[in-house]
T-cell receptor, first 114, second 119 residues
Framework: GNSVTQMEGPVTLSEEAFLTINCTYT??????LFWYVQYPGEGLQLLLK?????DKGSNKGFEATYRKETTSFHLEKGSVQVSDSAVYFC?????????????FGAGTRLAVHP | EAGVTQFPSHSVIEKGQTVTLRCDPI?????LYWYRRVMGKEIKFLLH????????ESGMPNNRFLAERTGGTYSTLKVQPAELEDSGVYFC?????????????????FGPGTRLTVL
């Protein structure tokens, strides 16, 4: 079945450091891929998405590229800020059999220190 | 435009009691989803409504969970009787009725979640 695996946290970085959070997936066909973020005390927010191979999603300085050959969708940011501290979830949406539901990874907590 | 709201934000109950969670989706969104995150693990799908009909309830863990969406507006998720392993954060999300497969990807908008603790 479909599944998502993302790197375990917590990830602790200093401000302006480079961020990578790894995400790989298992799915049949060509799922859509997402990164969601949950800031403290808030709900999940869509950060970025990609719907087909080689698409790059980007938002707020974050980027992720849909790599079909490696079944990956790693999240990157060149220079993190304290305000980026949150929990990040990688997710996929399949194309068959309950196509609307999102399948999430376990989440990666990011803590950015000044 | 108001976002997805959930009530209560926190609930602490004892094993064997009943709890009802409520979700108010964004106005006009026909799709409504329930998800749950247990013990810091992955967020898991519970079920999906299209208007008042259950489209997919494959993620409901057992018959102690009952979800309703009367009138196709707000939804409730009742847990009766609650067990210790039901503790977690319950998220609700809603979206427009998008196109199936290959069409638009209808973004799901999430509420802040209800943190349920069963003692």
């Amino acid at each position: 079945g479909n599944s998502v695996t993302q790197m375990e946290g917590p990830v602790t970085l200093s401000e302006e450091a480079f961020l990578t959070i790894n995400c790989t997936y298992t799915a049949t066909g060509y799922p859509s891929l997402f990164w969601y973020v949950q800031y403290p005390g808030e709900g999940l927010q869509l950060l970025l998405k990609a719907t087909k191979a080689d698409d790059k999603g980007s938002n707020k300085g974050f980027e992720a590229t849909y790599r079909k050959e490696t079944t990956s969708f790693h999240l990157e940011k060149g220079s993190v800020q304290v305000s980026d501290s949150a929990v990040y979830f990688c997710a996929l949406r399949g194309i068959s059999g309950g196509y609307n539901k999102l399948i999430f990874g376990a989440g990666t907590r990011l803590a950015v220190h000044p | 435009e108001a976002g997805v709201t959930q009530f209560p934000s926190h609930s602490v109950i004892e094993k064997g009691q009943t709890v009802t969670l409520r979700c108010d989706p964004i106005s006009g969104h026909d799709n409504l989803y329930w998800y749950r995150r247990v013990m810091g693990k992955e967020i898991k799908f519970l079920l999906h409504f299209v208007k008042e009909s259950k489209q997919d309830e494959s993620g409901m863990p057992n018959n102690r969970f009952l979800a309703e969406r009367t009138g196709g507006t707000y939804s409730t998720l009742k847990v009766q009787p609650a067990e210790l392993e039901d503790s977690g954060v319950y998220f609700c999300a809603s979206s427009h009725l998008g196109l199936a497969g290959g069409g638009s990807v209808d973004e799901q908008f999430f509420g802040p979640g209800t943190r349920l603790t069963v003692l």
